[in-house]
């Protein structure tokens, strides 16, 4: 029988990255003559993935309508953002732990996020965290992103997973809506950078910590398992 997969989003869900990802926008906006962001009111910025994010941050602000522009700060945020990515970011409590429990009780750890892939594994990789996925796939990965299921659903064949036997865990609209137009069971973290509240967005369980994901992820499996 196939290992279950546990997918994970990052941003916001296995790593507080926020720091970096607005410390540096800050930093852009202030470049290009504009207004930096509030660290915790920008949060609801990210999720979607660095391009909306550059759009929506500029937009703000009256500029971004030109397609020739946010594609000039886009480019410019990326290489910036590349320079400090984890300068400050660092993974949220207790993540590691259930991290290792999950594989040491046999599941397949998989990452599924809206950041470029080159940048979501060197982050990883400065973390020390790489090693605990079989696959990490980015917004570029494939022709899709999430919130589109295919995102989710590839991501779990190409780590060797069944979509029947999966859990996805995220803390933001695109990772809960990715999940539930699968068909794959979703736990949302509290502790990430929703810009709508997890109950509204109406995912199979929510966490605090991840202290509790364990639990969580065998009580969505159960049924699956007894099928």
């Known amino acids: ?6 997918v994970f989003d990052l941003d916001g869900t296995l790593v507080d990255t926020h720091p970096d990802l607005i410390g540096t926008l800050s ?13 915790n009111e920008a949060k ?7 391009r909306p994010m550059i759009e929506k941050a500029l937009r703000l602000q009256g500029r971004g ?3 020739a522009e946010v594609e000039r700060v886009y480019d ?20 590691l732990a259930a991290l290792d429990r999950l594989a040491a009780e046999g599941m397949v750890l998989a ?13 990883l990789d400065e973390l020390d965290m790489t090693r605990r996925f079989a696959f990490i796939s980015g917004s570029d990965t494939y022709p899709v992103r999430k919130p589109d ?29 990715a999940g539930q137009a ?29 202290d509790e994901l364990p639990a969580a992820v065998a009580r969505l499996l159960t049924p699956v398992s007894m099928a």
């Open 149 to 177: 299921p295919g995102h989710l659903l590839m991501t779990i064949r190409d780590a060797g997973g069944d979509s029947t036997r999966a859990v996805m865990v995220g803390d933001a609209e695109p990772d809960i809506r």
């Open 65 to 67: 309508r030109e397609a």
């Open 27 to 39: 930093w852009l906006l202030e470049e290009e003559g504009l207004h930096p962001v509030d660290l």
């Open 111 to 123: 990452v599924c996020t809206n950041k470029i892939q080159r940048l979501a594994k060197l982050l």
């Open 44 to 50: 609801k910025l990210i999720g979607h993935g660095m």
């Open 182 to 210: 699968a068909g794959v069971p979703v736990v949302g973290f509290a502790g990430g950078y929703t810009a709508i509240p997890l109950e509204q967005l109406g995912p199979d369980a929510i966490i605090g910590h991840y």
């Open 76 to 95: 410019r945020y990326v290489e910036a953002y590349e320079k400090r990515i984890a300068r400050d970011s660092r993974p949220f409590p207790g993540i």
């Open 1 to 6: 029988m196939t290992a279950p997969t546990i």
